[in-house]
């Protein structure tokens, strides 16, 4: 099953969303960070497996981070 990735404008907007056809967990969460910092205008983004999610990402966090927005946030 496709990993869906919600991109968020602010907070009460509608995302914009994206279906991630990737084949881990890991390198779902890479395209989805990839999408966030190539959208400097979303400020927030969710990586849902099925009805669950597995990340949250926030834009305010530096890429060269070694655990930039791998942690799970709820």
Known sequence: MPYIC???EGEGQVPYMEVLPE????EARGLTL??????PNYVRAEL???EQMVSRFF???PRSSPNSGLGLAY
């Open 48 to 50: 849902w497996d099925g």
């Open 59 to 61: 834009q305010d966090r």
């Open 34 to 39: 990839d999408l966030l910092h190539q959208r």
């Open 23 to 26: 084949a881990s967990l890991a």
């Open 6 to 8: 919600y991109l968020y």
